[in-house]
């Protein structure tokens, strides 16, 4: 069973550009969550999505948004890039909306900003 | 807002050593629990989780944890570590309310020397 796919792996934008990033699930899963992680803040929740509809959402400006695909692919975005997004960019994926599942993360997008 | 807190950053020990990470939450409702491990260059992986039931839970490569819910704890223990285990730790909470948010401890660096 394939994991999880983030592409791409890597990108690097300038400030004030947009970036996309996409995520793939296990399949058969239907909540897919999407995490930044850096070394001064760690692991930080963005949003989560399950059956395309936001559940919840972490304390990031609205420069940060996301979607989710009736197959349940989902897309992260976030415009207006600053120097301070430069993070790996992780998607989790799990079976249900439960939080009793545990999650599949995917390996990342290292986004480094310039 | 809930918060984890991870006690040690990094950790040292020699190969057969017993291994203690702690983690506490703050959190006063029901919480499912888990322990996530990220090997260099690899991406986050389960190694156990916590929903209910028995408070000590066992996880893959001789692994367990124990809830203390009286203390808001849920320390990782192994009873002899191997080079292998290098690798950093997160404890992650979710509330039950909070579909599949996770929130995460800062994490713990640990290196096992042989």
């Known amino acids: 069973k394939a994991g999880v796919t983030q592409t791409p792996r890597y990108l690097i934008k300038t400030r004030g550009q947009q970036v996309t990033l996409s995520c793939s699930p296990i399949s058969g899963h239907r909540s897919v969550s999407w995490y930044q992680q850096t070394p001064g803040q760690g692991l930080q929740f963005l949003f989560e999505?399950?059956?395309?509809?936001?559940?919840n959402k972490g304390n990031f400006p609205g420069r940060f948004s996301g979607r989710q695909f009736s197959n349940s692919r989902s897309e992260m975005n976030v415009s207006t890039l600053e120097l301070g997004d430069s993070a790996l960019y992780l998607c989790a994926s799990s079976l249900e909306g439960q939080g009793s599942q545990p999650q599949h993360f995917g390996d990342g997008t290292r986004l480094s900003i310039l | 807002a809930q918060s984890v807190s991870q006690h040690n950053h990094h950790v040292i020990l020699s190969e057969a050593a017993s291994l203690e990470l702690g983690c506490n939450y703050s959190?006063?409702?029901?919480?499912?629990l888990f322990w996530y491990v990220q090997y260099p260059g690899q991406h986050l992986q389960l190694l156990l989780k916590y929903f209910s039931g028995d408070p000590l839970v066992k996880g893959i490569k001789g692994f367990e944890a124990e809830f203390i819910k009286s203390k808001f704890s849920f320390n990782l223990r192994k009873p002899s570590v191997q080079w292998s285990d290098t690798a950093e730790y997160f404890c992650a909470v979710n509330n039950n309310n909070a579909g599949n948010m996770l929130t995460f401890g800062g994490g713990t660096r640990l290196m096992v020397k042989p």
């Open positions: 999505y399950f059956s395309e509809t936001q559940r």
């Open positions: 959190y006063g409702g029901t919480v499912n």
